[in-house]
């Protein structure tokens, strides 16, 4: 049973576009949201996260946005780069416990100067 | 400031061989994560230990054993290898408080023919 879901394995946007990527979850439980980007042969670093108390966070060119009724988020990246090509997984959690993060199966992002 | 190491980077092992993939922060985080990444399956975890002395069950551990050494590494043992465990290795670690977002190693990809 996969919780946390990313539908789209590949975008494809062109440069100084906004590229959209997406997110669905189950769990109900879940109330801690984040997004790590991933290049070739390196580990996945941390990109930005949101709470289940917010339904938006920005950081420069990144926001997130979450709805909880639709148990959907998505990452919004404005102006997309050329280094923003990468695998973008979504991952989730609860603030209590061993806070464990669920990820998503990942979208290649490619950018296209 | 190297945050967190694995080794070794590549290995290739035979069907029944075992070996261990060693991992080790300088943090000082309370908590390590063993996850594996597949094609189209994003990362599932295998082992985790939220503290130093305590290990627990991940999504995926059958075939997989591991070691809290003390609080900087986090060992995890493959007695038989079978080629169901090809895959791309990755060691985490976070603080106990304060944040949610954890740190990668750089993973290490393991063939088993």
């Known amino acids: 049973d996969q919780q946390v879901k990313q539908n789209s394995p590949s975008l494809s946007v062109q440069e100084g576009r906004i590229s959209i990527l997406n997110c669905d979850y189950t769990?109900?439980?879940?109330?801690?949201f984040l997004w790590y980007k991933k290049y070739p042969a390196e580990g996945p670093t941390f990109l930005i996260s949101i709470s289940s108390i917010k339904d938006k966070n920005e950081d420069g060119r990144f926001t997130v946005f979450l709805n909880k009724s639709a148990k959907h988020l998505s990452l919004h990246i404005v102006p997309s780069q050329p280094g923003d090509s990468a695998v973008y997984f979504c991952?989730?959690?609860?603030?209590?416990?061993?806070?464990?993060?669920?990820f998503g199966q990942g979208t290649r992002l490619t950018i296209n100067p | 400031n190297a945050g967190v190491t694995q080794t070794p980077k590549f290995q290739v092992l035979k069907t029944g061989q075992s070996m261990t993939l060693q991992c080790a922060q300088d943090?000082?985080?309370?908590?390590m994560y063993w996850y594996r990444q597949d094609p189209g399956m994003g990362l599932r975890l295998i082992y985790y230990?939220?503290?130093?002395?305590?290990?627990d069950k991940g999504e995926v551990p059958n075939g997989y054993n591991v070691s809290r050494l003390n609080k900087r590494e986090f060992s995890l043992r493959l007695e038989s290898a079978a080629p169901s465990q090809t895959s791309v290795y990755f060691c985490?670690?976070?603080?106990?408080?304060?944040?949610?977002?954890?740190?990668f190693g750089s993973g290490t990809r393991l063939t088993v023919v």
């Open positions: 230990s939220a503290s130093e002395g305590t290990t």
């Open positions: 943090m000082n985080h309370n908590s």
């Open positions: 985490a670690s976070r603080v106990l408080t304060g944040g949610i977002g954890y740190t």
């Open positions: 769990n109900s439980m879940f109330d801690y």
């Open positions: 991952a989730a959690s609860t603030i209590q416990g061993a806070q464990k993060l669920v």
